[in-house]
């Protein structure tokens, strides 16, 4: 069956460290995936997207890698602070654009 | 631009009734796409369009679930004979299908809907 999991419900980590979180899938091959944050009440943000033919993406404090073989991203935050307090989404492009697969999200807290 | 609009924010309904929500995209953006979200999960696709043509629908969208987009402007989400388990977040994005930030989806606030 098709499942895409994300590391953990929720993540504690202390202000100034790298979070580190994980997006696996399984019976998908997405054309691209992408990362979201989301805060409560709020809609999912656009972070980054990483296609299928690319190892790793940059955008300031923000990372993200793309393994095919092994079906999983990994989303890392360097230098976190408070601010970065959010739930983050990993999201499976499955046709182009035409149609998404999210996963159930990691709630960060970055503490002070 | 304000982005994609959504209306109303929150939707109180009894059991039995019809609901209609309402989103507004960014208006050069071609491409709209429906969510729902319960607590603790991520946003579950429900039916995607292009411009005026429904060209996806989730195998969660019963037969009471019917979207629209005419003249491939906002879009409608109408909700029939409510249930208790259509309570739920229903979240809107659209997206452009050219240009540096195609396939990425600008997602609008959100109608929250609770049937009682």
């Known amino acids: 069956s098709q499942k895409i999991e994300q590391n953990s419900e929720a993540l504690n980590i202390q202000e100034g460290k790298t979070a580190t979180l994980t997006c696996n899938y399984t019976?998908?091959?997405?054309?691209?995936l992408q990362w979201y944050r989301q805060d409560p009440g709020r809609g999912p943000v656009f972070l980054l997207l990483i296609r299928e033919n690319e190892k790793e993406k940059r955008k300031e404090r923000l990372k993200v890698t793309f393994d095919t073989t092994l079906k999983q991203s990994l989303f890392h935050i360097t230098a976190s602070q408070p601010a970065d307090s959010a739930t983050y989404l990993c999201a499976l492009d499955m046709n182009y654009g035409q149609n998404f697969v999210f996963g159930p999200g990691t709630r960060l807290s970055v503490l002070p | 631009d304000t982005g994609v609009s959504q209306d109303p924010r929150h939707k109180i309904t009894k059991r039995g009734q019809n609901v209609t929500f309402r989103c507004d995209p960014i208006?050069?953006?071609?491409?709209l796409y429906w969510y729902r979200q319960t607590l603790g999960q991520g946003p579950e696709f429900l039916t995607y369009?292009?411009?005026?043509?429904?060209?996806?629908k989730s195998r969660l969208l019963s037969d009471r679930f019917s979207a629209e987009r005419p003249k491939g402007s906002f879009s409608t989400l109408e909700i029939q004979r409510t249930e208790q388990g259509d309570s739920a977040m229903y979240l809107c994005a659209s997206s452009p299908t050219g240009g540096t930030v195609k396939n990425i989806q600008y997602f609008g606030a959100g109608t929250r809907l609770s049937v009682l």
């Open positions: 019976n998908y091959s997405p054309a691209y």
């Open positions: 208006s050069e953006h071609n491409r």
């Open positions: 369009f292009q411009n005026e043509a429904q060209l996806e």
